[in-house]
């Protein structure tokens, strides 16, 4: 199972463009790589997920490298309510819709 | 179109106690997992119901059990409640439960304190 590795906490100046880093180095060809994130410990959000090209939605855009053994997550132009705690996951397949969370990014957005 | 809803908000039990957890997925969902999370963690996977089977398991004790209903709403029975089990039980619902890009939505949670 693709395990992810990301820092404990970051910086972010309100406004500026927040960019979260993720490392999955042994992700598998056919695994997703998805991001959610929980305030103030409510239940997890869903923001974006992708597989090898880049994504963007209305929340952030989600940049994959070619070999896939990374990626990293834009929060464009970042506001207070974005401080939260920020979980790259990597899905496990296998016929079963296991996510292993691992400890996330505490995302600060400062004024 | 209601999210993903839990009951009760909060709970405290005693030492030996159970306890269940209820859960009502998004309508037209089928598939429902929960997952455990203590304070200062991520999310740790408990189990998958699809189709009122379950379809996998975490790494947790055989007190803790779970089932999937003809209405996909599900329940998580815990027996013999320890300190440790004092956490955030989050409830996760989504359409499919093979699909790898199958999207999971969670629910509020339900913080359960054992005293």
């Known amino acids: ?111 | 179109d209601a999210g993903v809803t839990q009951s009760p908000t909060h709970l405290i039990k005693t030492r030996g106690q159970h306890v269940t957890l209820r859960c009502s997925p998004i309508s037209g969902h089928k598939s429902v997992s929960w997952y455990q999370q203590v304070l200062g963690q991520g999310p740790q996977f408990i189990f998958q119901y699809y189709e009122k089977e379950e379809r996998g398991r975490g790494n947790f004790p055989d007190r803790f059990s779970a089932r999937q209903f003809p209405n996909y709403s599900s329940e998580l029975n815990v027996n013999a409640l320890l300190l440790g089990d004092s956490a955030l039980y989050l409830c996760a619902s989504s359409l499919f439960s093979i699909a790898i890009t199958d999207t999971q939505y969670f629910g509020p949670g339900t913080r359960l304190t054992v005293l």
């Open chain 1, 1 to 111: 199972d693709a395990k992810t590795t990301q820092p404990p906490s970051m910086d972010c100046a309100e406004g500026r463009a927040a960019n979260l880093p993720c490392n999955h180095s042994t992700i598998s060809g056919n695994e997703y790589v998805y991001w959610y994130r929980q305030i103030h410990s409510q239940g997890p959000q869903y923001i974006i997920h992708g597989l090898k090209n880049n994504e963007t939605n209305e929340m952030a855009s989600l940049i994959i490298t070619e070999d896939r053994k990374s990626s990293t997550l834009i929060l464009p132009h970042a506001t207070l309510r974005d401080t939260a705690v920020y979980y790259c996951i990597v899905r496990v397949g296998n016929n079963f819709n296991k996510f292993y969370f691992g400890s996330g990014t505490k995302l600060n957005v400062k004024p």
